[in-house]
């Protein structure tokens, strides 16, 4: 401890130097804080959420064919707030050089639980350094050096945020925006969001787009919900630049422009997103907003893909299959079908499925057919609730089973699927493994027909 002690005179004498007017500032001591807008993505906890549940482009497909929808472009993405509270490695909290050096190399272990580094930032935060007591809030909210304390760090946040720190005035709306470290308070959260953002904070004007779209602490106003993503996308902030994508491809709140969608789709994919990437793929597939291009097009969903986006995995594979694109390779639509099956992509399963019930490139594996099938028809595929009706129906790869045919074919006749349809009033219709129901048999043989089954219309003239 002597020792500690002795470290830390120095080390006093040295922050006081220092602060009166020696060599110390806040860009010395952390760099720019404009920093934090250009590198949010080596230390950060953006949220980003890309519902994959848009349109799609496709039209009918048979049961015994391939899935041929291209996957539906990523859309519903609302701007989540993305919670960049920027964490920097212990090194880097270095800001007094020889002096640090000197105590981690001489000091005894911390006993209040506070790092050597952490030591020194304390006693410039303590002094009033805004960047100090921003690094200090960092310290405590991470646990870094310190044990984590949110409250503390909420104090720490506050002291550089009123001296106009951007950074800690963005850390801190984050506080109280999600109840970290101090109770939920959105009123307070957009202040701090807007005096963060009015220094051009990046993430903080993303941020405030959000709540602006939401109504989440302001009242609900797109056109200012434009603005600040405008001006945080034009700034270069990834998320921002993604939801501009969007609200154009959209509409929201905007006309429909998809050459203004095409143009933020490149920028956040030029950054390595993988579902720009996929939709800049797409546009260039189909002509959205900019010319037909087959070759950018497999250039970027084969970049989105390496990045294991499944819907960009699902449309490499198509374009193997088909030779859209690219030289028709049987083999390498079944290597990326096969990814993108693994990744949860529902066509994908089902083509998988198809190709080990058929026997198309791969060998005829009925158990395996099963397996995919069933994975795509939980997730609602009504092609692959079908077929798995179908299997158990016949004893196809499973044992029979009348009552899980029954329960797949209605799953998939109440989305419409005529053959499920046909086939469920035919069960009605003869009793087979259901009581007869004449009644039932007529209601889904009819649906059937109205869609221009000409079994079913046949069958319904047998039952008048």
């Given at each position: 401890m002597r020792k500690y002690l002795e470290s830390l005179s120095v080390l006093l004498l040295t922050?006081?130097?220092?602060?009166?007017?020696?060599?110390?500032?806040?860009?010395?001591?952390?760099?720019?804080?404009?920093?934090?807008?250009?590198?949010?993505?080596?230390?950060?906890?953006?949220?980003?959420?890309?519902?994959?549940?848009?349109?799609?482009?496709?039209?009918?497909?048979l049961d015994n064919q391939l899935s041929s929808s291209v996957a539906p472009q990523g859309q519903g993405f609302f701007g989540v707030k993305g919670f960049e509270k920027k964490v920097r490695p212990v090194a880097d909290f270095n800001i007094f050089g020889k002096a640090l050096e000197q105590l981690k190399n001489d000091s005894d272990p911390a006993e209040d639980g506070l790092?050597?580094?952490?030591?020194?930032?304390?006693?410039?935060?303590?002094?009033?350094?805004?960047?100090?007591?921003?690094?200090l809030g960092l310290a405590y909210d991470f646990g870094q050096g310190a044990p984590e304390n949110k409250a503390?760090?909420?104090?720490?946040?506050r002291k550089s945020a009123d001296q106009g720190n951007p950074n800690a005035q963005y850390n801190l709306a984050v506080s109280y925006d999600t109840g970290e470290g101090t109770e939920v308070d959105k009123p307070e959260a957009i202040r701090w969001y807007l005096k963060a953002a009015e220094q051009n904070h990046l993430a903080a004007q993303h941020n405030l787009g959000v709540s602006y779209s939401d109504g989440d602490g302001v009242p609900q106003d797109q056109a200012e919900a434009l603005r600040w993503f405008r001006r945080s996308a034009e700034g270069g902030f990834l998320s921002a630049q993604k939801k501009m994508a969007f609200i154009y491809e959209?509409?929201?709140?905007?006309?429909?422009?998809?050459?203004?969608?095409?143009?933020?789709?490149?920028?956040?994919?030029?950054?390595g997103d993988a579902t720009c990437q996929y939709n800049l793929a797409v546009a260039y597939d189909f002509g959205e907003g900019i010319p037909v291009d087959k070759a950018e097009a497999i250039?970027?969903?084969?970049?989105?893909?390496?990045?294991?986006?499944?819907?960009?995995?699902?449309?490499?594979?198509?374009?193997?299959?088909?030779?859209?694109?690219?030289?028709?390779?049987?083999?390498?639509?079944?290597?990326?079908?096969?990814?993108?099956?693994e990744n949860g992509q529902a066509s994908a399963q089902y083509n998988l499925a198809l190709a080990y019930d058929n026997g198309n490139g791969l060998p005829v594996d009925k158990a395996a057919a099963i397996k995919w099938y069933l994975q795509a028809a939980e997730q609602g595929l009504d092609k692959a609730q079908f077929n798995l009706a179908v299997?158990?129906?016949?004893?196809?790869?499973?044992?029979?089973?009348?009552?899980?045919?029954?329960?797949?074919?209605?799953?998939?006749?109440?989305?419409?699927?005529?053959?499920?349809?046909y086939n469920l009033g035919l069960?009605?219709?003869?009793?087979?493994?259901?009581?007869?129901?004449?009644?039932?048999?007529?209601?889904?043989?009819?649906?059937?027909?109205?869609?221009?089954?000409?079994?079913a219309k046949k069958a319904l003239r047998g039952l008048r």
């Amino acid at each position: 401890m002597r020792k500690y002690l002795e470290s830390l005179s120095v080390l006093l004498l040295t922050v006081a130097w220092l602060c009166l007017g020696g060599i110390f500032n806040p860009s010395m001591a952390k760099g720019i804080t404009s920093e934090v807008n250009s590198d949010l993505e080596v230390y950060s906890r953006i949220l980003e959420v890309a519902d994959e549940s848009g349109r799609l482009l496709s039209g009918p497909a048979l049961d015994n064919q391939l899935s041929s929808s291209v996957a539906p472009q990523g859309q519903g993405f609302f701007g989540v707030k993305g919670f960049e509270k920027k964490v920097r490695p212990v090194a880097d909290f270095n800001i007094f050089g020889k002096a640090l050096e000197q105590l981690k190399n001489d000091s005894d272990p911390a006993e209040d639980g506070l790092s050597d580094e952490v030591k020194i930032l304390l006693v410039a935060a303590e002094a009033g350094d805004p960047v100090s007591q921003y690094e200090l809030g960092l310290a405590y909210d991470f646990g870094q050096g310190a044990p984590e304390n949110k409250a503390e760090a909420v104090r720490w946040y506050r002291k550089s945020a009123d001296q106009g720190n951007p950074n800690a005035q963005y850390n801190l709306a984050v506080s109280y925006d999600t109840g970290e470290g101090t109770e939920v308070d959105k009123p307070e959260a957009i202040r701090w969001y807007l005096k963060a953002a009015e220094q051009n904070h990046l993430a903080a004007q993303h941020n405030l787009g959000v709540s602006y779209s939401d109504g989440d602490g302001v009242p609900q106003d797109q056109a200012e919900a434009l603005r600040w993503f405008r001006r945080s996308a034009e700034g270069g902030f990834l998320s921002a630049q993604k939801k501009m994508a969007f609200i154009y491809e959209q509409g929201e709140g905007v006309p429909k422009d998809q050459t203004e969608s095409a143009k933020w789709f490149r920028l956040c994919a030029d950054k390595g997103d993988a579902t720009c990437q996929y939709n800049l793929a797409v546009a260039y597939d189909f002509g959205e907003g900019i010319p037909v291009d087959k070759a950018e097009a497999i250039k970027w969903y084969r970049l989105a893909a390496d990045q294991d986006h499944a819907n960009a995995q699902f449309n490499l594979a198509l374009s193997y299959n088909s030779g859209d694109g690219v030289p028709k390779d049987r083999a390498q639509a079944l290597k990326w079908y096969r990814l993108a099956a693994e990744n949860g992509q529902a066509s994908a399963q089902y083509n998988l499925a198809l190709a080990y019930d058929n026997g198309n490139g791969l060998p005829v594996d009925k158990a395996a057919a099963i397996k995919w099938y069933l994975q795509a028809a939980e997730q609602g595929l009504d092609k692959a609730q079908f077929n798995l009706a179908v299997s158990y129906d016949n004893g196809d790869g499973v044992p029979v089973d009348k009552i899980e045919a029954i329960k797949w074919y209605r799953l998939a006749a109440d989305q419409g699927h005529v053959g499920a349809q046909y086939n469920l009033g035919l069960t009605y219709k003869n009793g087979d493994g259901v009581p007869r129901d004449l009644v039932e048999a007529k209601k889904w043989l009819t649906l059937a027909a109205d869609q221009g089954d000409a079994d079913a219309k046949k069958a319904l003239r047998g039952l008048r």
